[in-house]
């Protein structure tokens, strides 16, 4: 069965510094995979997805940046952090043509506070 | 035309009765219509999701209606129980896209 790992599950990071977020997904190949935030009680927004290595598309002009250095690997960073990037970063993985449809499926999210 | 309208924003229903939430969308080329369910301090988890062919799915005590002509859809939640509790997050997505477009969520208490 298909599992995701994303780390680390909580940190607390200065203003400027900077920050790597990880997810690699387990028993697929090939999948779909994006970064969302999720603001304190607020909805879904999505920041990256990634459809093969190398090969990002960003939706929302920001201070962050995201890599796929390897299938299943998918990496969210920023080199100099701002306070409004404090939220709850969740990575997702779907795989296309799946019985089910396009779902997309979360792993268990990044709590980030920037002080 | 890229948006889902979701409502309402909170909810607050007694042990045993039925929660409603709906949702609108305004694009056509949407084909499939998830619902997620998130706990606090977890991630969303795909609860029931259905395509436009049928105009209900059910699975246990959670069923989607589905109206096409209408462009909405909306869940409901029978014999609601406090551990139901959580936020419900409505979809959308179109075929041959790689992108949800989410509602903003609802807030759902079910009181003991």
């Known amino acids: 069965s298909q599992t995701i790992h994303q780390w680390p599950a909580t940190l607390v990071q200065p203003v400027g510094s900077p920050l790597s977020l990880e997810c690699t997904v387990e028993?697929?190949?090939?999948?779909?995979l994006y970064w969302y935030r999720q603001a304190a009680g607020r909805g879904l927004q999505l920041l990256f997805y990634s459809v093969g290595i190398g090969q990002i598309s960003s939706e929302v002009p920001q201070n962050l940046s995201a890599s796929r250095p390897q299938d299943r690997q998918f990496i969210l960073s920023s080199k100099k952090l701002l306070l409004s990037d404090s939220g709850f970063y969740l990575c997702a993985w779907s795989v296309e043509g799946a019985p089910g449809g396009n779902t997309i499926y979360f792993g268990e999210g990044s709590w980030l506070t920037v002080v | 035309q890229q948006q889902v309208k979701q409502s309402p924003q909170s909810l607050i229903v007694q042990k045993g009765g039925i929660s409603i939430i709906n949702c609108a969308y305004e694009?056509?080329?949407?084909?499939?219509f998830p619902w997620y369910q998130q706990f606090p301090g977890k991630g969303p988890a795909l609860l029931i999701a259905?395509?436009?062919?049928?105009s209900e799915k059910k699975e246990g005590r959670f069923t989607i209606s589905f109206n096409k002509s209408a462009k909405q859809f909306s869940l409901h939640i029978m014999d609601s129980q406090p551990g139901d509790s959580a936020t419900y997050f409505c979809a959308a997505s179109g075929r041959g896209t790689y992108k949800y477009i989410f509602g903003t969520g609802t807030r759902l208490k079910v009181l003991a």
């Open positions: 028993g697929t190949s090939n999948p779909n």
């Open positions: 694009n056509t080329a949407f084909d499939y």
């Open positions: 259905i395509r436009p062919d049928v």
